[in-house]
């Protein structure tokens, strides 16, 4: 069971890299991207086709995939969601459910419906013994502390810096914002382009660890989407706890029965959602 | 007062939210140095009005002129940073940000000036005390201490309140326009919404009366008589 206790705290690690991302557009402008799952999807293939042209590094394709993550989250942003903005929440969905479509088949088209995966030089199979005749790998671990370590600089971002302050204040209130001499279109812009960073690392890393295929942006979304909730709108930590949650739930579901593994995290996550719909740890700040 | 001379000038201004119409035809002057009150009951367009020459309402590009420059269709953001600011009617700071962080959001247009984090809590001691504080949990009264500080974090050369008296207590009141003198020193105009008409007179050089969407009365604010300011208040 202490096997099962680590392995999905591990998982919890790479959920969180899903779910940080979905927490920092809703938290700014109440948007939820449900084409969050593909974009994951799709940045693990961009650094799956840019590897081979950086001498197959996988290291380098992934950090030049983060400004190019950076730049497209921007204009996406800035050019197509801002106009989806607004008390209505039905645009946003319909647009980012438009764009989940046409990724899944343009990838589809482009990379076929083969599993893909990325080579991490021999990362993925190396462990850590931890005494007890325990050992956890070495890349799952490398997740959860680049996951742990992205939830505190986002938490930092937000608190100590004066863009974290801007994020806030638009959340707040927008027009009173504006009224400061912030443009709120610049800022939402700012935000995306921050979360599709976080997105093509947990696309890279998803691509590292396991596969990915065009079809698996919905599940990767759910799961994103399980995180958030279970943790809390609002808090990067809650939404890196409900991860933890999430990760452990499906071990343990796993270990009960392989086949149980998924569907013991839907249960936990009903069971937040009846039980405290706000989540386990709702919006704090700091 | 020639057009040359105003700092803000409206003429024929009007504003719709959405079919209905709030302000017909508004011809407005105000002269640097000078603290002009705006009366009038609810729904009169005194909000609507501030609001159009903030940008937070759109009107004709050339029926807003601020220091010559028409700025009628211009964004809020771009009107700040030309030096025009507002104190909004209910506060408005932001709940998750503190005092401290509340005013620091007033000075992003970064404006050179006198106002600084310093100077503010030298105009009001408590908010140095109270500076990590979240905003919103100070009593009404530093609420609108924190808003008109988050204001004059701008340096604006034109201050605009919009019913800074509203829900406070008249002890309250006092402390907080005890404070104008203070603005007006340094060169600032102000153009104050107040629905007390006594405590308008008082702060104020000039009196305009606004009734229905429209100017109803103007005058200085030691010559207008009670029974004047009664007609023009309720259209009788």
């Known amino acids: 069971m202490l096997d099962a206790l680590i392995q999905g705290l591990l998982l919890g690690g790479l959920y969180a890299l899903f779910a940080l991302g979905l927490s920092l557009m809703f938290g700014v402008m109440r948007l939820t991207n449900t084409a969050q799952g593909d974009f994951i999807v799709l940045a693990g293939f961009v650094v799956i086709a840019l590897a081979p042209l950086v001498a197959r590094s996988t290291i380098v394709a992934t950090l030049l995939t983060l400004p190019l993550a950076f730049g497209a989250g921007y204009a996406l942003q800035r050019w197509v969601l801002n106009g ?102 610049k800022v939402y812009a700012l935000a995306t382009a921050v979360a599709f960073v976080v997105i093509a690392l947990g696309g890279a890393l998803q691509a590292m660890r396991t596969t990915v295929a065009p079809s698996d942006g919905p599940l990767l979304l759910l799961f994103a989407f399980e995180a958030v909730i279970i943790g809390g709108m609002g808090s990067f930590w809650g939404t890196f706890t409900g991860a933890m949650v999430l990760g452990l739930a499906q071990q343990i579901g796993f270990r009960l029965d392989p086949g149980w593994g998924i569907w013991v995290g839907h249960l936990v996550f009903l069971a937040v959602l009846v039980l405290r719909p706000q989540g386990l740890w709702p919006r704090t700040r700091g | 007062m020639s057009a040359a001379d105003a700092l803000i000038e409206t003429r024929g201004l009007t504003a719709h939210y959405g079919d209905a119409q709030a302000l017909f035809g508004i011809d407005f002057r105000l002269r640097a140095g000078e603290v002009v009150a705006i009366i009038g009951a609810n729904g009169a367009g005194k909000s609507t009005f501030l609001k159009a020459l903030t940008g937070l309402v759109k009107c004709a590009r050339d029926a807003v002129r601020f220091k010559g420059h028409p700025i009628g269709a211009s964004a809020p953001g771009a009107i700040v940073r030309q030096g025009l600011a507002m104190v909004p009617e209910g506060r408005r700071l932001f709940p998750s940000l503190s005092v401290e962080e509340n005013l620091l959001m007033g000075a992003f247009a970064r404006r050179s000036g006198p106002w600084s984090l310093k100077r503010l809590f030298t105009l009001f001691p408590i908010l140095e005390q109270k500076r990590r504080s979240p905003a919103t ?62 405590v308008a007179q008082r702060v104020s050089q000039r009196v305009v009366c606004f009734q229905e969407g429209r100017v109803s009365l103007e005058g200085a604010s030691d010559e207008l008589t009670r029974e004047q300011i009664s007609r023009a208040y309720f259209g009788v």
Do not use: H, W
Request: proline share 4%.
């Open chain 1, 84 to 185: 989806t903005l607004g008390r209505d929440p039905l645009p946003s969905l319909v647009v980012t459910f438009g764009l989940s479509i046409v990724i899944q088949n343009a990838l589809l088209e482009i990379f076929s419906a083969d599993p893909r995966s990325l080579d991490s030089g021999g990362f993925s199979t190396r462990s850590l013994g931890l005494g007890g005749g325990l050992a956890v790998g070495a890349l799952p671990l490398a997740i959860f502390a680049l996951a742990a370590l992205i939830t505190a600089a986002l938490q930092m971002l937000f608190d100590r810096t004066a863009l974290g302050r801007a994020f806030r204040a638009v959340s707040d209130d927008r027009e009173i914002a504006e009224l400061m001499g912030l443009d709120a279109r």
């Open chain 2, 137 to 198: 949990a100070l009593s009404g009264g530093q609420q609108q201490m924190v808003a008109i500080g988050r204001a004059l974090m701008g340096n604006p050369d034109v201050l605009l309140c919009d019913e800074l008296s509203l829900g406070l207590a008249p002890i309250v009141i006092k402390e907080i326009y005890d404070a104008v003198p203070a603005l007006t020193r340094e060169g600032m105009s102000l153009v104050i919404v107040e629905q007390d008409v006594s």
